[in-house]
């Protein structure tokens, strides 16, 4: 306990002071130091969006997969929808996908946006992928109908790189992400309406994602009402550098 004293003592001196080390200063034991970056990594508030099976599910996704509650406004998410609905009523709702991954969904692409829109966007596009990141040019919308379920399933490599960022519109649901090798390794994942997430590397190469029906959306042991949910999806450019599995 008293190395772990002075251990602090020392950190402060060069955070308060600047580099005070000599060719007759000791550095500090590594095994102290690694202990303290344990406490730290420990002591992380875990975030209320996530319930996860165990601890390092935990950690892998929380350092994966971020929620950012109440993203855009009720506002926005009118003015969102005022510029999709027009089209998105003249689709019928599919039962069938190509690769049977979605059920209840009708979906189309966008490119040209009304300005508050692209502005909303562009909010996304900044915290999502800064540069050099190069998105997709298109943005993916996704209608899940209030019964329409996501099935598991990984996004093919070839059609997107390592992020995908996504805001939900109208509804809150539950998302389950599991292990692609270890089914008891899980998460499920609490998206409320007006929320956005943002998903990469392990969390969106390593874990299959479903969005749930309204009959298993329940959270913590809470049941989770499901409505039509709207999904505004931006994604980066495939990584040329990596295959399908």
């Known amino acids: 306990m008293r190395n772990l004293r002075l251990t602090l003592s020392f950190l402060r001196r060069i955070v308060n002071q600047g580099p005070i080390l000599n060719t007759r200063t000791s550095l500090p034991n590594p ?3 690694r202990s303290i970056s ?6 992380r508030k875990i975030p209320a969006w996530i319930d996860a099976s165990d601890p390092n599910t935990l950690s892998d996704l929380t350092d994966s997969f971020i929620v950012y509650n109440d993203f855009i406004s009720e506002e926005e998410e009118t003015s969102l929808m005022n510029e999709l609905e027009p089209y998105m009523r003249r689709l019928r709702y599919e039962r069938d996908h190509w690769d049977d991954a979605i059920h209840g969904y009708r979906e189309t692409e966008r490119r040209q946006w009304n300005a508050e829109n692209n502005s909303i966007l ?3 596009s900044d915290i999502a992928f800064p540069p050099p990141t190069p998105k997709l040019a298109y943005v993916h919308i996704l209608d899940l109908e209030k019964s329409g379920v996501i099935k598991p399933h990984i996004d093919a490599v070839r059609f997107c790189g390592n992020t995908i960022a996504g805001l939900s519109l109208l509804s809150t649901a539950v998302m389950r992400l599991t292990h692609d090798e270890d ?3 899980r998460a499920d994942i609490l998206l409320s309406r007006r929320s956005l997430y943002i998903m990469r590397d392990n969390s969106r190469y390593l874990y299959k994602h479903a969005v749930l029906g309204e009959n298993e959306s329940v959270f913590n042991g809470q049941k989770i009402e499901r409505d039509r949910r709207v999904s505004v999806i931006m994604r980066n450019e495939p990584d040329k550098n990596i295959s399908e599995r």
Do not use: A, M, Y
């Not at 344990?38 to 002591?43: C, G, L, M, R, V």
């Open 31 to 33: 095994d102290i130091l």
């Open 38 to 43: 344990n406490i730290t990594k420990s002591d």
């Open 122 to 124: 562009k909010r996304v």
């Open 183 to 185: 089914e008891s390794k």
